[in-house]
């Protein structure tokens, strides 16, 4: 770690910067500024040292010009611990500046309150993200610091770690240093192209239902274009009229080895295929249809949890997504060969079974990397919505903080508690209003995506029926509570005689009496799990 000992200060926003810089004089930090930023610290009895001596060139063309010199630039990026560097920098006079605080002029707030194209310009920073990306760039020997809200941690850290910063606070100022000038251009980019596009109102000259103008913003496919990197160019997206694109890192963690392009459809249900068998330690497949599993199975072979899954629904499967948490062996190749699916998903084909599964050209074969794709749920979730992104965290747990609690007289027994745990686990993945049916290790009967709970609930008894599968003595899960008593009366009547769900609504108790009058054993797990 290198020791601070001479800090550039240039700041736009100059809250609590006065209090900053006096701290970091009184440590011994040497200070350099420019501008309004040195009389402010002038003006408070701060000794400080204005730009125009370091570099022996005034200001010019109203402030325009003033960092923009290899003196401060050489200062900025010149590594500590590279004798090429420090050569340079020694023939040149160049010392180095250990710490940079900056923020940048308010482009956003003044597109916001004026039309005036002169002064909006006049907002568009040159030399604060430039110091900023040169410091965060070089962050092991320049420390960035972009926000005051950072002020207290960083003098806190400096006096308690002689005047040094660690690399993990200097990558962490880094990071927040390339996001804060990645959401300056794109605002800039975002004005800009609205102004080119003509919009009758655009954000800088009108002003919203509500009175209020409009922040510049990018559309979605601009600032995907701007911040993430196109990962697959497709032919159309979810119909053939529809544009589509894959921005990000799919393909690190989905490798397509075989068959036709992934269209958008098959990347949908490819990324909820292997969501699901993640959810299992124990060998298991599931098979997914427009977005929803039609059929899930854990046993100790693959070939079994085929068997089991494909007779959830025989119909379903054909042109559906195949997903196992295993390598794929011959003996579950073999079987699912015998229909026509769209892709299959496993961590691993080996030779024999890749030669036989790619005979057929128009199924797509994809590996899946299952400890990174573990990894990438930490990630935000993005929808688009009009106008704007919604952002949330991905549904990683099954069961609310206080842990399960049996709310009937009648507690289940282990086989009802291992039946509703899988079916719990399932329908986490199906869409809301869901409804699952399951033994310990399969599924017997999946409602989707239905108004009603009740419907869904009547759907997948149907669909056990129809495969000749009986309900008697099985688990019921809903992904969220029973609103009323019909849809828990409806999984009794097809046979269920355990039910999970969260709880939480103001006729639980309505809903545990029936279970009392019916004999069945009912958990509340505290968490529910829409899916929309």
């Known amino acids: 770690?290198?020791?601070?000992?001479?800090?550039?200060?240039?700041?736009?926003?100059?809250?609590?910067?006065?209090?900053?810089?006096?701290?970091l004089s009184d440590s011994g930090i040497s200070l350099i500024s420019t501008g309004g930023t040195a009389a402010a610290l002038r003006e408070a009895g701060i000794d400080v040292v204005d730009v125009s001596e370091i570099t022996g060139f005034p200001e010019i063309?109203?402030?325009r010009v003033k960092t923009l010199h290899p003196l401060i630039h050489g200062g900025l990026l010149g590594k500590l611990d590279d004798e090429l560097h420090l050569d340079a920098m020694r023939a040149h006079g160049i010392e180095s500046i250990d710490l940079v605080v900056v923020n940048l002029y308010p482009f956003e707030q003044t597109v916001a309150r004026t039309s005036d194209l002169d002064e909006i310009i006049e907002q568009i920073d040159i030399g604060g993200p430039a110091m900023v990306r040169a410091a965060a760039k070089n962050y092991k020997h320049?420390?960035?610091?972009?926000?005051?809200?950072?002020?207290?941690?960083?003098?806190?850290?400096?006096?308690?770690?002689?005047?040094?910063?660690?690399?993990?606070?200097?990558?962490?100022?880094?990071?927040?240093?390339?996001?804060?000038?990645?959401?300056?251009?794109?605002?800039?980019?975002?004005?800009?192209?609205?102004?080119?596009?003509?919009?009758?109102?655009?954000?800088?000259d009108g002003v919203d239902g509500t009175g209020r103008r409009h922040a510049p913003t990018l559309t979605a496919s601009e600032a995907l274009e701007a911040s993430m990197r196109r990962d697959i160019a497709m032919r159309y997206g979810e119909n053939p009229h529809q544009h589509a694109a894959l921005y990000g890192d799919f393909g690190s963690i989905f490798t397509h080895v075989h068959g036709k392009e992934l269209s958008y459809n098959n990347i949908l249900d490819i990324d909820a295929a292997a969501k699901l068998v993640l959810e299992f330690t124990r060998p298991t497949l599931a098979i997914i249809k427009h977005n929803n599993p039609c059929g899930v199975a854990s046993a100790d072979d693959l070939v079994d949890a085929w068997h089991a899954a494909f007779a959830t629904d025989t119909k379903s499967p054909?042109?559906?997504?195949?997903?196992?948490?295993?390598?794929?062996?011959?003996?579950?190749?073999?079987?699912?060969?015998?229909?026509?699916t769209e892709v299959i998903i496993a961590p691993e084909f080996p030779d024999d079974v890749l030669e036989l599964l790619r005979r057929k050209k128009d199924r797509r074969l994809v590996v899946a990397d299952f400890g990174r794709l573990a990894s990438s749920l930490g990630e935000p979730q993005l929808r688009s919505v009009a106008g704007g992104v919604l952002v949330q965290g991905y549904d990683a747990q099954l069961i609310g903080p206080e842990g399960v609690k049996i709310v009937t007289?009648?507690?289940?027994?282990?086989?009802?508690?291992?039946?509703?745990?899988?079916?719990?686990?399932?329908?986490?993945?199906?869409k809301s209003n869901a409804i699952v049916y399951a033994s310990a290790d399969r599924t017997l009967g999946i409602g989707a995506g239905q108004m009603s709970r009740v419907d869904s609930a009547m759907i997948a008894a149907r669909k056990a029926s129809l495969?000749?599968?009986?309900?008697?003595?099985?688990?019921?899960?809903?992904?969220?509570?029973?609103?009323?008593?019909?849809?828990?009366?409806?999984?009794?009547?097809?046979?269920?005689?355990?039910?999970?769900?969260?709880?939480?609504?103001?006729?639980?108790?309505?809903?545990?009496?029936?279970?009392?009058?019916?004999?069945?054993?009912?958990?509340?797990?505290?968490?529910?799990h829409f899916r929309h």
């Not at 770690?1 to 701290?23: C, H």
């Not at 809200?149 to 990558?171: C, K, M, P, V």
């Open 1 to 23: 770690m290198f020791k601070i000992s001479r800090a550039l200060l240039s700041v736009y926003d100059k809250t609590g910067i006065v209090d900053f810089a006096r701290n």
């Open 467 to 528: 495969a000749g599968l009986d309900l008697r003595g099985c688990a019921v899960a809903s992904d969220a509570f029973f609103p009323f008593a019909d849809g828990l009366l409806e999984a009794v009547e097809a046979g269920a005689s355990a039910v999970i769900q969260p709880g939480g609504s103001i006729r639980d108790q309505e809903v545990i009496d029936a279970a009392d009058a019916n004999g069945i054993a009912m958990a509340m797990t505290g968490m529910r």
């Open 142 to 204: 320049t420390a960035v610091v972009t926000s005051p809200a950072d002020y207290q941690a960083i003098t806190e850290e400096l006096r308690g770690n002689d005047l040094t910063l660690s690399e993990q606070t200097r990558a962490t100022l880094m990071r927040r240093a390339f996001a804060h000038t990645a959401r300056y251009d794109t605002a800039i980019a975002g004005y800009f192209e609205e102004r080119a596009r003509g919009d009758e109102r655009p954000r800088g």
């Open 409 to 430: 007289r009648r507690a289940p027994t282990d086989e009802e508690k291992a039946a509703m745990e899988f079916a719990w686990r399932v329908a986490k993945h199906v």
């Open 61 to 63: 063309m109203e402030g």
């Open 318 to 340: 054909f042109g559906g997504i195949v997903a196992v948490n295993r390598p794929l062996d011959m003996a579950t190749a073999t079987a699912i060969n015998e229909i026509f």
